[in-house]
T-cell receptor
Framework: KNQVEQSPQSLIILEGKNCTLQ??????????LRWYKQDTGRGPVSLTI?????NTKSNGRYTATLDADTKQSSLHITASQLSDSASYIC??????????FGAGTILRVKS | DGGITQSPKYLFRKEGQNVTLSCEQN?????MYWYRQDPGQGLRLIYY???????QKGDIAEGYSVSREKKESFPLTVTSAQKNPTAFYLC????????????FGPGTRLTVT
């Protein structure tokens, strides 16, 4: 079954600290993997998109990694800010145009 | 100002009534999508359209209907046949199929009592 599992479900960190969110998937055949940020009550906004050949991709303080062999991805947030408080969603595109969404990790950054 | 808009932001309806959610985009994208988001679950695809006057059912199409008469517009009707319609509804668009990056609207929260 094609699935995307994210961990942890939720996370609380202090402002200025780093954190890493995990995404494991069983989607096959793989096309690409995306990370989205979703503020409460808003639509998701794309952070990164990685294809099979890309191991790492950065967008400001956000760095995503992909290990296509182990079917794992991570999103690392550096020097967190209060505005990073949001849900982070991992999405895997299955070759042939189907997207499989993870349930998301809820991040809360405290001052 | 390019983007994708949804209206209204909040919608309240009585059980048994049909309701239509609006989605408009000025990104000149061919493909448009409707998703449903429930707490603790990943987004689920309701319907999608790759070109005008054509659309396909997603994973949870029962109780929903759509139309695509214009490239810019993809309204979703939640019918009385939908057993559990209360949810957050998200519209998205992309330049081509689902392989391409999707841009999401701000969402409509529908509450049916």
């Amino acid at each position: 079954k094609n699935q995307v599992e994210q961990s942890p479900q939720s996370l609380i960190i202090l402002e200025g600290k780093n954190c890493t969110l995990q995404c494991n998937y069983t989607v096959s055949p793989f096309s690409n993997l995306r990370w989205y940020k979703q503020d409460t009550g808003r639509g998701p906004v794309s952070l990164t998109i990685m294809t099979f050949s890309e191991n790492t991709k950065s967008n400001g303080r956000y760095t995503a990694t992909l290990d296509a062999d182990t079917k794992q991805s991570s999103l690392h947030i550096t020097a967190s800010q209060l505005s990073d408080s949001a849900s982070y969603i991992c999405v895997v595109s299955q070759y042939g145009n189907k997207l499989v969404f993870g349930a998301g990790t809820i991040l809360r950054v405290k001052s | 100002d390019g983007g994708i808009t949804q209206s209204p932001k909040y919608l309240f309806r009585k059980e048994g009534q049909n309701v239509t959610l609006s989605c408009e985009q000025n990104l000149n994208h061919d493909a448009m999508y409707w998703y449903r988001q429930d707490p603790g679950q990943g987004l689920r695809l309701i319907y999608y359209s790759q070109i005008v006057n054509d659309f396909q059912k997603g994973d949870i199409a029962e109780g929903y209907s759509v139309s695509r008469e214009k490239k810019e517009s993809f309204p979703l009707t939640v019918t009385s046949a939908q057993k559990n319609p209360t949810a957050f509804y998200l519209c998205a668009s992309s330049i081509g199929g689902q392989y391409y990056e999707q841009y999401f609207g701000p969402g409509t929260r529908l509450t049916v009592t």
